[in-house]
């Protein structure tokens, strides 16, 4: 093993130091030479004060190398020649350490370019500030949306803004519902969302948000489209016959030239007209009973909002269907944790959902060991989740996006109605329900209330 040059020196002077140090206590112990005593005593001084300067310019210029290595200071003195013969290989092992570190800083750096970049093209509006409301980042896109060239303090956007106030706290948060801003004289619906970073010893809170207005115009009007769509659709199929009837019916009671006498109306003549009335009534009352069921659907009843445990609905349920699962040998399983799970809600409406989703589960299976489970439980966000599950044969994926359009039905004498009406009653609980299904094995229903 090589031992550097430094060790060896300080050694060596060491050594010295003491040889010198024994010879001056022989001469002081056994000669009378003031003068070589004066000598060698010089001499140790001499000695001591070399290793001290020798030790402390070494160390200088290790520290001085360091200090080059690490901000490339070249007006620090110091000579690598030294350093290297004083500790062997120590600067090849050095700037290795350095290119390494300067390899991870030219990584950070492009990360962090990248990371800016990448803020400053999307189109959500990002705000970072920290404990004192100063903005440490405002993007492009949220100075598009909030009509803002910059921002230097977070209070300047609560002045400007004075919705956005609610999402300047300390505790993440997301927007239930859009806010509405003005700008410039346009109006913008922003879906908002805020948190916090926590670096070492300070915080930083986050303020992302979209304007969703195109989004919801755009979903407004393809509704619109949809719903249009189904009426022309029932309208069409209704009026069809009814044209065809009543034209039947003109041409039998009419020769051609002119009406026939009541003397030529045969019994014949009376039975294909009344029965053709009554396809006509029928269908006359169809697609008033198509109307119908859209007034329903628009006419979803206020919420009558109370706190009662979940519970209450599951044990509602189990009795209510109580003969139709032992008729049918179909098992049910309800589950709420923690077991006084309260809600606040309107309970009525959001059984009668409920009720609509375990009755469809039941039409829906049609095998033997069937099983249904409803269950509720808490979310992260502390949203109350209920899941409607069945094993029955599933759900299309073809038809997966149409289930909750009016109307729309795969059963032969289903409406359409009750799953529309569901998500209406859950959006008005500012909520959502969706579905997922896996064809001949299970369909999930999943319903989340920020109630709970």
């Known amino acids: 093993m090589e031992r550097s040059r430094y060790v060896i020196i300080v050694i060596v002077r060491v050594i010295l130091v003491c040889l010198t140090c024994a010879l001056l206590i022989v001469l002081l112990n056994y000669t009378d030479r003031p003068a070589t005593i004066l000598l060698i005593f010089i001499l140790l001084i001499l000695q001591v004060v070399s290793l001290i300067h020798y030790h402390n310019r ?3 210029d290790l520290a001085n190398f360091l200090v080059f290595l690490q901000d490339n200071d070249t007006t620090l003195a110091f000579s690598k020649h030294r350093i290297e013969k004083s500790f062997h290989g120590i600067i090849h092992h050095l700037n290795s350490i350095n290119q390494k570190l300067q390899t991870a ?5 492009q990360q962090v370019q990248y990371l800016q970049t990448v803020v400053r093209q999307v189109d959500t509006g990002i705000i970072a500030y920290d404990q004192d409301g100063n903005v440490e980042l405002f993007n492009q896109a949220a100075g598009e949306l909030l009509g803002i060239q910059s921002l230097r303090e977070i209070g300047q956007l609560v002045s400007l803004h004075p919705g956005l106030a609610d999402f300047l706290i300390q505790e993440p948060k997301h927007s239930s519902s859009p806010v509405q801003i003005e700008v410039g004289g346009s109006e913008r619906l922003l879906s908002i969302k805020s948190g916090s970073l926590k670096f070492k010893n300070r915080q930083v809170f986050l303020l992302s948000f979209q304007n969703i207005k195109p989004e919801l115009e755009a ?12 009426q022309r659709h029932e309208i069409t199929n209704s009026m069809t016959p009814i044209m065809t009837l009543t034209t039947a019916i003109r041409r039998r009671l009419k020769k051609e030239d002119g009406k026939i006498s009541l003397r030529e109306i045969t019994g014949e003549h009376i039975e294909d007209v009344l029965s053709s009335v009554e396809v006509i009534e029928d269908r006359s009352r169809s697609l008033i009973d198509f109307m119908e069921r859209f007034r329903d659907l628009t006419n979803v009843p206020e919420l009558r909002m109370e706190c009662f445990p979940l519970k209450r609905i599951f044990e509602r349920l189990e009795v209510l269907y109580a003969k139709d699962l032992k008729l049918k040998n179909i098992s049910l399983q309800a589950k709420v ?10 309970e009525r409406l959001l059984e009668q ?9 039941l039409e829906a299976i049609n095998h033997l060991q069937g099983s249904i489970s409803i269950s509720a439980f808490k979310d992260p966000n502390q949203y109350a989740v209920i899941r409607v599950a069945d094993n029955g044969p599933g759900i299309d994926p073809v038809l997966m996006e149409s289930i909750f359009i009016p109307s729309f039905t795969t059963k032969p004498n289903g409406s359409g109605i009750g799953l529309s009406i569901a998500r209406q009653i859950i959006q008005q609980h500012k909520g959502t329900i969706g579905v997922r299904s896996v064809p001949g094995k299970e369909t999930v229903f999943e319903i989340v209330i920020p109630g709970s």
Do not use: F, M
Request: aromatic share 2%; net charge neutral; glycine share 2%.
């Open 105 to 109: 800083r030219i990584d950070r750096e």
């Open 353 to 361: 959902v409920i009720i609509n989703l375990v009755k469809n589960a």
């Open 58 to 60: 070494v160390l200088r």
């Open 219 to 230: 979903g407004e009007l393809d509704a619109w489209r949809k719903l249009i769509r189904i």
């Open 337 to 346: 944790n923690p077991e006084d799970l309260p809600l606040v809600a309107d």
